[in-house]
């Protein structure tokens, strides 16, 4: 009985830590997905661009929106952002994500556009798995890491009112 368990425990060992770092790495990429979709909302409306002047106190305000829910899972400061004015919906395929050599995306800006401006949101981050020989089978180019990217095309909102 104990050496049928050595036998099998083991794999069973690792087939259950395989299953909660797979849980993770899931839950990471949806929460990456639901929070970009949250703080898009905010430039959507219009909420960003009225409470903040110039690109990059609006970047910080889409980042703390976007760190409130993603913080739970995510290091906010290995996520990457770029927010595109892209003119058209149609014009949305010219924008494909640019990435270095090492497969991080390269932010093109942050332009959170005006009234009735189609806007492109994008959000990038590496997973890195916490156990050696998972991120070896799963992750990209054998790194151990995998990367998720959350794409939001939206036009925002005729949030300036004449009284």
Do not use: K, W
Not at 58 to 78: P, T, Y
Not at 107 to 116: L, M, S
Not at 121 to 133: A, G, H, K
Request: proline letters at 3%.
């Amino acid at each position: 009985m104990a050496i049928e368990f050595a036998i099998v425990a083991i794999p069973f060992v690792y087939m259950m830590i395989a299953v909660i770092e797979l849980s993770l790495m899931f839950t990471s990429a949806a929460l990456l997905e639901t929070s970009t979709s949250q703080a898009a909302r905010q430039i959507r409306t219009g909420a960003i661009q009225q409470a903040a002047e110039g690109a990059a106190a609006q970047e910080a305000l889409f980042r703390d929106v976007l760190c409130d829910r993603a913080s739970v899972l995510i290091n906010c400061d290995d996520i990457q952002v770029e927010s595109v004015n892209i003119g058209a919906f149609g014009d949305s395929g010219s924008y494909a994500p640019e990435m270095d050599e090492n497969g991080n995306m390269v932010p093109r800006g942050f332009d959170a556009g005006g009234v009735n401006d189609v806007i492109m949101i994008r959000t990038f981050y590496r997973y890195s798995f916490m156990t050696p020989l998972i991120g070896s089978v799963l992750g990209e180019g054998g790194n151990g890491t995998r990367s998720f990217m959350s794409t939001i095309v939206l036009q925002t909102e005729p949030y300036e009112f004449i009284l």
